[in-house]
């Protein structure tokens, strides 16, 4: 019976193909999960840019060397760290990274410090609609293009790929 199932493994070894995994599944590689996702925070995820390449309301994660993928729908709301994924926290009431610098995020994400938390996390504004500054979450305020946005003045007050344009920051054509 040993000598069968280690026959067995040996010949599955050599053929049998591991299963791909889908969104939000367990994995360890990249090649765990079903194309076009990677794995990033042990979960299997979209790749992205920025937010924007993530669905409505996820965020843009670091996942270091491979660079961002997207946070997961159910980790998109939290009120503890324990409800977030490995190497998450819970900051701004979302699963994101921490950070100590603008450098730690993705590109258009800055780090922000989170009163609540005492601690800093990495923050992609998401272009939520909205009328008033009060139906932004701060620090953005309401753009012409009910859109909201980060309040600047210069280029430095912008997370890296965004410019100051008309005091909101915006990003950068091609960046």
Known sequence: MIRALAIASLLCAAGCERPELASGAECTLNSDCAEPLVCGL????RQCVD?????AGLRCLNIG???GACQLPQESECTLTSQ???RLECRFGTCTTACVDDRDCPPGAS?????ETSANACVEPIAELCIYDSDCPEPLICGDDQRCRLECRNERDCPRNRTCIDN???LIDGG
């Open 111 to 115: 780090c922000q410090f989170d009163d």
């Open 65 to 67: 060397a491979m660079g």
């Open 84 to 86: 977030c994924g490995p």
């Open 42 to 45: 042990e979960r299997c995820r």
């Open 51 to 55: 937010s924007r390449d993530c669905g």
């Open 168 to 170: 909101l920051c915006e």
